[in-house]
């Protein structure tokens, strides 16, 4: 059970073009799913806080506008990176609360995005 | 200021050779601590929480410990197979998740 994934698990797109990466929670529902970024031999970076109906919350310092965040079921989250640019070339990862416990986050496999 | 620290960064040892890693952290009001393993290209899974001061947990060669201000993760006898980065979260009081740098850790047959 609490099994996270994500799709594309590898995207390479040319500069100025959108990409949306998803994250679905496949055995039980997420009210709350996370966005993280990490980059190269560093920890994991939080992005943002998806609530499922609402407006996500962002970290300081991400751009709400570049990084889109919808999450319109319990089991579906979206992060669309508009107009992407080199420098957001990383390795996104999304989470999920289980549900089972309060505080435990189970991982999907993360999307590698390369954008030229 | 919350803060989780690692260490150490890496750690190379020989297949059977047990040691443990650290992590120490300063937060407000801790609700949990987590211990997650990422391998190479993948997201982190999941291993442990520890919510209070003295709890142990145990997964086949790995034992999680936790004290007042930092946890341990011993592992027994490694094998290769153990060879991943490890890394620790910890939940402050305000329910924000401070992850540490991970330790990345080569078991050599």
Redesign the interface.
């Known amino acids: 059970g609490a099994v996270v994934s994500q799709h594309p698990s590898r995207v390479i797109c040319k500069s100025g073009t959108s990409v949306k990466i998803e994250c679905r929670s496949l055995d039980f529902q997420a009210t709350t799913m996370f966005w993280y970024r990490q980059f190269p031999k560093k920890s994991l970076m939080l992005m943002a806080t998806s609530n499922e109906g609402s407006k996500a919350t962002y970290e300081q310092g991400v751009e709400k506008d570049k990084f889109l965040i919808n999450h319109a079921s319990l089991t579906l989250s979206t992060l669309t990176v508009t107009s992407a640019h080199p420098e957001d070339s990383s390795f996104y990862i999304c989470s999920a609360n289980s549900g089972r416990a309060l505080n435990e986050q189970f991982f999907g496999p993360g999307t590698r995005l390369t954008v030229l | 200021e919350d803060q989780v620290t690692q260490s150490p960064e890496a750690l190379r040892l020989q297949e059977g050779e047990s040691s443990s890693l650290n992590c120490s952290y300063t937060v407000s009001g801790l ?2 601590l ?1 211990w ?1 393993r990422q391998d190479p ?6 291993l442990f ?1 520890l919510y209070s001061a003295g709890e142990e947990k145990e997964k086949e060669r790995l034992k999680a410990t936790l004290t007042k201000k930092e946890s341990f993760l011993h592992i027994t006898a490694p094998k290769p197979e153990d060879s991943a980065t490890y ?1 620790c979260a910890v ?1 402050s009081g305000n329910y924000q ?1 401070i ?4 330790t990345k850790l080569i078991i050599k047959p």
């Open positions: 609700r949990g987590f997650y290209g993948k997201g982190p899974e999941f929480t890394l939940q998740l992850w540490g740098a991970g």
